[in-house]
């Protein structure tokens, strides 16, 4: 019984977390089914992913900091989708006002809320990571992760090789996280793998309720490949990189964010 509470407990703590991504299926899903007035689609999204991100701030839910951060990876998304949707990846077939060369100003937030989720998550469940790797080590990795989405389309396509990489590179990190006053252990790789996992489930959702279309969705909606996870994982790194680039900030000190002391094996799996 103490299994299946903590396991509700985390369930729980994890949903909290995930509250600016529901909300942004919420309106994909309310848009898709009711014409709003006055604005076509992609604005009305916007205006709601402006008005949660203020609600968030205004709330306390998000810090300023974290704003910041959520803001940089807005950035870094919604200038892959200007790239992607001009090598026609995938497109967005609807009209906007706030359309830039074929993108919705909205489809950023869906990237933006990935690191939402990662700060509301490591505060929730006050996340402490384990021999975490060097930023001479992870910087570069992140750097070549996020290049490869623009360079394969000219030249080869290194993901495998990237994803090799990360194992390699974070093989001996963990991630520590406390559920109901009790900490477990997790491999820092295994966490990613399981973001990147359902992250992809919830791409599955987005292109349902028409957030975007992949070519072979322009006739009816269809799964997404499954090897997308493996895209989804390697962005993962990218975001997770900002995001305890600030802790290690707020932290002013590397050792107490990236190692925990206490950490002797004995935390739970």
Partial sequence: ?????????????QALSCLFPVVIFAS???????????????????IICLLMQWLMLRSGL???????????????GLALELYKVHMGSWSYPEEGYSKIFGVPLY???????V???????????????????????VVPLAAAIYLNFFTHHYWIDVRWWLSALVMIV?????????????????????????????????????????????PNQREA???VHLGKVSSWLLLVIVSFLIVATLKLVKAKS??????SKAYDGAYPK
């Fill in 107 to 113: 489809s950023g937030f869906m990237y933006a809320s």
């Fill in 62 to 76: 998000e810090t300023r900091d974290e704003l910041k951060v959520i803001s940089l990876f807005h950035m870094i």
């Fill in 170 to 214: 974070f093989w001996k990190s963990w991630v520590i996280y406390e559920v109901g006053g009790t900490r477990y252990r997790m491999p820092l790789a295994l966490s990613f793998v399981l973001i990147g996992f359902f992250i992809w489930i919830a791409e599955n959702i987005a292109t349902f309720f028409s957030a975007w279309e992949y």
């Fill in 221 to 223: 909606w269809s799964l």
């Fill in 254 to 259: 590397y050792p107490s964010i990236y190692t």
């Fill in 1 to 13: 019984m103490r299994a299946l509470t903590q396991l509700i407990r985390f369930g729980r703590e």
């Fill in 28 to 46: 994909l899903a309310l848009t898709q089914i009711t014409t709003l007035p006055y604005l076509p689609r992609y604005d009305w999204l916007l």
């Fill in 115 to 137: 690191a939402s989720y990662l700060c509301q998550a490591w505060r929730r469940l006050k996340v402490e990571l384990v021999n975490w790797p060097s930023l001479l080590q």
